[in-house]
């Protein structure tokens, strides 16, 4: 089976750093996904990893340690558009290489 | 916007009705998947089809029944469904299903709320 936490709320200033957590227990572990969700919206692609290490892409970075089973997501600069839920999911190779999701971390950022 | 549409946005029905959710992705993609997001629950896999076939169906009450009649619609029947199945029912697409990235774009969903 696979089990995937990460916290449920957040609240960051704007112009700050935020770093939402993931861990995750798969049994064939193939790849995390994030997502941003805003409220009402549809799930949009952030990043992706598969190898170990640091994927930055503008603002927003992805790390994942597979040995550990942990990913972060790390956004830089916030605004107040960035308000929304992070979504983390793993995909497994066991599971038809399906995505399993987190229930979603949902970042408030206040002025 | 995604290239993944989804209607009606919303949709209210009681226990007895029987209503229908459609998908279309005009993104030229093989592989489609219905979920359910329900409120503090992660989103959870309902179906999947690949080249119009069904690869997944992941324990679903027959009261939810697919469709996808080609690569770039798919849709969801519905009947005598109960209140427990109000939440939002999200459809995605992605270009294959078993390659190694394989990044799904998601449509905005529908509100469903059951009476």
């Known amino acids: 089976g696979q089990n995937i936490d990460q916290p449920t709320e957040m609240t960051a200033t704007e112009g700050a750093i935020v770093q939402i957590n993931c861990t995750y227990q798969?049994?064939?572990?193939?790849?995390l996904f994030w997502y941003q969700q805003h409220a009402g919206e549809a799930p949009t692609f952030l990043s992706y990893n598969v190898l170990d290490g640091l994927e930055e892409k503008g603002r927003f970075s992805s790390f994942l340690s597979r040995s550990k089973g942990y990913s972060y997501l790390l956004l830089k600069e916030l605004q107040m558009k960035d308000s929304a839920s992070y979504l983390c999911a793993v995909r497994d190779q066991t599971g038809a290489n399906n995505l399993f999701f987190g229930t979603g971390t949902r970042l408030t950022v206040i002025p | 916007e995604t290239g993944v549409t989804q209607t009606p946005r919303h949709l209210v029905m009681g226990m007895t009705n029987k209503k229908s959710l459609k998908c279309e992705q005009h993104?030229?993609?093989?592989?489609m998947y219905w979920y359910k997001q329900s409120a503090k629950k992660p989103l959870e896999l309902m179906f999947v089809y690949n080249f119009k076939e069904q690869t997944e169906n992941n324990s679903v009450p027959s009261r939810f029944s697919p469709e996808c009649p080609n690569s770039s619609h798919l849709f969801l029947h519905l009947h005598t469904l109960q209140p427990e199945d109000s939440a939002l029912y999200l459809c995605?697409?992605?270009?294959?299903?078993?390659?190694?990235?394989?990044?799904?774009?998601f449509g905005p969903g529908t509100r469903l709320t059951v009476l």
């Open positions: 798969t049994s064939g572990f193939n790849g």
């Open positions: 995605a697409s992605s270009a294959q299903l078993m390659s190694s990235y394989n990044e799904q774009f």
């Open positions: 993104l030229g993609h093989n592989a």
